[in-house]
């Protein structure tokens, strides 16, 4: 079965840091450049950030720029988002989502999504 799956979500303090993880099951990531995105409650889904197949990072979010990061680990299958100085306004379930070769901006673009890691910023 191909899946990915996050991890790494949870309750923080504003200020605080969550790595979220992305692995990838039934399938290898090598050839695919994979998305960050999120959605707060009542909110549309937004793109966050983009790891491309060579590690490059395409920012989507302004908000997010200078506070999040990404790598990949190609050989645990696994991509990584760093999210440092979390303020309250990133609360949201965080996604990850596959696409083949190249990033993407738009949702519509990723055919292959995680379920979500929920992530909470509270004082």
């Known amino acids: 079965q191909l899946q990915l799956v996050e991890s790494g979500g949870g309750l923080v303090q504003p200020g605080g840091s969550l790595r979220l993880s992305c692995a990838a099951s039934g399938f290898t990531l090598d050839n695919y450049a994979i998305g960050w995105f999120r959605q707060a409650p009542g909110k549309e889904r937004e793109g966050v950030l983009c790891?491309?197949?060579?590690?490059?990072?395409?920012n989507y979010a302004d908000s997010v720029k200078g506070r999040f990061t990404a790598s990949r680990d190609n050989a645990k299958n696994t991509v990584y988002l760093q999210m440092n100085s979390l303020k309250l306004e990133d609360a949201a379930v965080y996604y990850c989502?596959?696409?083949?070769?190249?990033?993407?901006?738009?949702?519509?673009?990723?055919?292959?999504w995680g379920q979500g890691t929920q992530v909470t910023v509270s004082s």
């Open positions: 790891v491309s197949r060579s590690g490059d990072i395409i």
């Open positions: 989502a596959a696409r083949a070769f190249a990033c993407g901006r738009s949702r519509v673009d990723y055919n292959r």
